[in-house]
């Protein structure tokens, strides 16, 4: 199986930003721990990331059709972006969400997610093994 992986903005700053809420590991190392799972677990994963909703757009649209899946950190974008929305409405593979944080113990804005209706399921609140929930998810839905 291979899946891509799609972050937005800010996420570039991780160790940086706010590392109460996000943690001390930098955005390298997330890639790292996504691209070592994936190795142990034969399954094949690339890892995005852009500060620009339309780039965003772009990777997927680009990339989707060599994967099986999307997992989607879209980041602030989750809470008002529908032009996300749409283009993952816009695809045949399955979509998972997911958070780094718990956005539902967080300023109100955030409990809304806008491309939560497009995607089969969402984790959240784990750090970086929120992502791996995700991957698992799809593996076993496969
Ligand atoms: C985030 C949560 C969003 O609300 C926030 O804007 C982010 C990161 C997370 O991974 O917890 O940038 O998506």
Do not use: W
């Amino acid at each position: 199986m291979n899946i891509l992986i799609v972050n937005g903005p800010n996420l570039n700053f991780l160790g940086l930003r706010e590392p109460e809420i996000y943690g001390k590991k930098s955005y390298n190392d997330l890639v790292n721990f996504l691209l070592a799972y994936g190795n142990m677990n034969r399954v094949e994963i690339e890892v995005y990331q852009s500060n620009c909703e339309g780039e965003i757009i772009n990777i997927i649209q680009n990339n989707y059709q060599r994967f099986d899946a999307l997992i989607i950190n879209p980041a602030a974008y989750t809470h008002y972006s529908y032009a996300i929305y749409d283009c993952i409405k816009s695809i045949n593979i399955p979509t998972v969400e997911v958070h780094l944080s718990d956005i539902y113990k967080r300023e109100s804005f955030r409990k809304i997610s806008v491309i939560e209706p497009a995607c089969v399921s969402k984790f959240y609140g784990k750090g970086f093994n929120s992502y791996i929930e995700a991957i698992n998810f799809l593996r076993k839905r496969k």
